[in-house]
């Protein structure tokens, strides 16, 4: 068969269901092997392959990306050469900083033509190196299935990420044998896989010096982030917290591993973090990393001030490099975070007098709760996601585009599962919100999936309201419009003196209610006003198809509490509705075998 049906034979064989991607004359072969590959299926349509063609091929990554973060498969898109490859870039960077696995299908210029600027050539194996787990350039037909293969299991296995294959049109023409087993050998990558299972089990003097490191603390906390979704361990982290008593901190990429409700979590920490979970940081004399790598938002520009009062820092994570990267551990291990956590409660039960602590920490959740200005009679955005909470009951997949936007989202929305917030963390890339929502609802078709936007994020892949009514998609877009980048005012509000430069987007002119009108959206409502907003929003939440509602929020909102650049969590601004701690709360490191009731 040719190449290019080799293509579709794999991406079957992997269980693929759906394709995104845009055409071009490098990648047309494949496109047309998807059109014979579903009329040879059309008798069995289950094993057909959905094919959503979006406005453009960033927002095909995007999407490929929402369905890989909301069903914990990999993601497939499928580009042109030259521009289409390009437009693939900041998806693949992205899906490579949020360990997100997908796989890209790049076509490219004839084998015999690389290398002469050909019409609609581009180094793909140069540009994505730099921001992808791996990148293929299939010089060799022979290894074109092979190379699939491998592709699939690259991205899924060890810390996942995005892979790249790009394959010239002459190779997709190229007719040979399809074998139907095989991948490619890669010694260095199947040995780092090998010794992290090997190493998953933990055990003797490795584990017994966990738990002496646990039994000599008075102040655990366990911050976990969104490695503990990718491995499926937030079944095992709950019990964790629960068998030994450790509070709760997540990252934005860790919301939904613990139920928003629970007595032990204090919800997500960091930069705009909640107040309670930054002051249990700052508190903790012993912190218990879990899928996190300690970045920037959360340990800000001085590691050395974050948890301050940390005697010890265990870290646990399937990707070495992580390990020491940013804050120096006293334990660790390199390993799938649900088999680590199995492998540790295998201890059995063991008495901490931890009792204090946990008292401590209850009255931080209830002195330093999540709060905004609750008697402004402009709509607070605050307020918008509340009541969203609260007529969803938690039960909805969020994406979001970034900004101000994205943090009230994580802030007010009760995440109570994992992979039920979908966001740009580590690229802050804006225009992810809405793709990422029509990925995630062809994913899980039966899920309620609602797009928080802002007016700023939305506008950068606007072209994909059409994508979501031409295909049916019923996502539903929540647009906070503050007429602005929030987020850039302010900052210029609280560190460039009021200098609002670029960052107001008053005299634009684009009216997005027609828009979605113009696009096919049956439901297109505006509220401007706080007394519509209930009933609106419950209508557009049942909606049965695409819905689009704009609310004209407080242009002043601003997002608290904020860590400014170089502070640390003990100079967090809490702003003027969240209750503040002027200094932290003196914790002295009490001699081994002291009583927990000194502790404060």
């Known amino acids: 068969m040719s190449g290019a049906d080799i293509i579709l034979r794999v991406l079957s064989e992997q269980g693929v269901d759906t394709v995104f991607g845009y055409s071009g004359g490098a990648i047309l072969p494949t496109y047309d092997a998807v059109f014979r590959f579903n009329a040879r299926h059309e008798a069995t349509p289950e094993r057909q392959i959905n094919l959503v063609v979006p406005a453009n091929e960033q927002a095909a990554g995007f999407m490929a990306a929402g369905y890989a973060r909301a069903s914990g498969k990999v993601g497939v898109f499928m580009v042109t050469s030259g521009p289409g490859a390009t437009n693939a870039v900041t998806p693949i960077a992205d899906c490579n900083g949020d360990s997100v696995p997908v796989v890209l299908i790049c076509g490219q210029v004839p084998r015999a033509a690389i290398g002469s600027d050909a019409f609609q050539e581009a180094?793909?194996?140069?540009i994505m190196s730099a921001c992808a787990k791996q990148v293929f350039l299939v010089t060799d037909p022979e290894k074109l299935e092979h190379t699939l293969r491998t592709a699939f299991e690259v991205a899924r296995t060890g810390r996942p990420g995005p892979v790249v294959v790009d394959v010239p049109k002459d190779v997709q023409n190229w007719i040979g044998r399809y074998h139907g087993h095989g991948t490619l050998q890669f010694r260095g990558?199947?040995?780092r896989l090998k010794r992290v299972a090997h190493g998953d089990k933990l055990e003797g003097k490795k584990r017994e010096r966990f738990f002496e490191l646990l039994r000599q603390s008075r102040r655990p906390l366990l911050y976990v982030g969104g490695g503990v979704i990718a491995a499926g361990a937030t079944a095992a982290l709950r019990q964790f917290c629960e068998r030994y008593g450790i509070p709760v901190v997540s990252t934005l990429m860790g919301l939904g591993v613990m139920p928003p409700e629970h007595e032990r979590y204090l919800g997500m920490l960091g930069m705009h973090g909640a107040a309670s979970a930054n002051y249990a940081v700052e508190d903790c004399d012993f912190l218990i990393a879990i899928g996190a790598r300690f970045d920037d938002r959360v340990a800000g520009g001085r590691p050395d001030a974050f948890a301050p009062n940390a005697r010890y820092v265990a870290h646990i994570d399937i990707d070495a490099a992580e390990i020491n990267k940013v804050k120096r551990s006293h334990w660790n291990h390199v390993g799938d975070a649900k088999r680590a956590l199995g492998s540790l409660m295998e201890h059995g039960e063991i008495h901490l007098a931890h009792a204090p602590w946990l008292q401590h920490v209850g009255e931080l959740k209830s002195r330093y709760r999540m709060n905004y200005d609750r008697a402004n009679?402009?709509?607070?955005?605050h307020f918008v996601v509340e009541l969203l909470g609260e007529i969803t009951g938690g039960r909805a997949i969020i994406s979001t585009g970034v900004g101000q936007h994205q943090m009230w989202a994580a802030q007010y929305f009760p995440f109570g599962e994992a992979r039920s917030f979908l966001t740009s963390g580590s690229m802050g890339t804006m225009g992810f919100?809405?793709?990422?929502?029509i990925g995630a609802q062809i994913a899980r078709p039966d899920a309620l999936v609602i797009d928080i936007d802002g007016d700023g994020s939305i506008r950068m892949n606007l072209g994909e309201m059409e994508t979501a009514t031409t295909y049916g998609v019923p996502v539903k877009v929540l647009l906070l419009n503050n007429r602005g980048d929030g987020m850039i005012r302010q900052w210029q509000r609280l560190f460039f003196d009021g200098r609002m430069c670029v960052s107001d987007k008053a005299l634009h002119r684009k009216d997005f209610l027609l828009a979605a009108q113009a696009d096919g959206f049956a439901f297109a409502r505006r509220v401007e006003h706080v007394d519509a907003l209930e009933d609106t929003l419950k209508a557009f939440v049942e909606f049965k198809g695409p819905a689009f509602l704009e609310v004209?929020?407080?242009?002043?909102?601003?997002?608290?509490?904020?860590?400014?650049?170089?502070?640390?969590?003990g100079g967090m601004i809490t702003g003027p509705f969240i209750p503040s701690r002027s200094q932290p709360v003196a914790v002295d490191h009490p001699p081994i075998g002291q009583s927990a009731a000194d502790m404060f």
Not at 123 to 126: A, I, L, R
Not at 377 to 381: A, N, V
Not at 433 to 437: D, E, I, Y
Not at 560 to 568: H, K, L, R, T
């Open 123 to 126: 180094p793909v194996f140069n």
């Open 189 to 191: 990558y199947s040995e």
């Open 377 to 381: 009679p402009r709509i607070q955005p």
């Open 433 to 437: 919100g809405l793709p990422a929502a």
């Open 552 to 569: 004209m929020i407080d242009e002043d909102a601003d997002v608290f509490p904020m860590v400014g650049p170089g502070q640390s969590y």
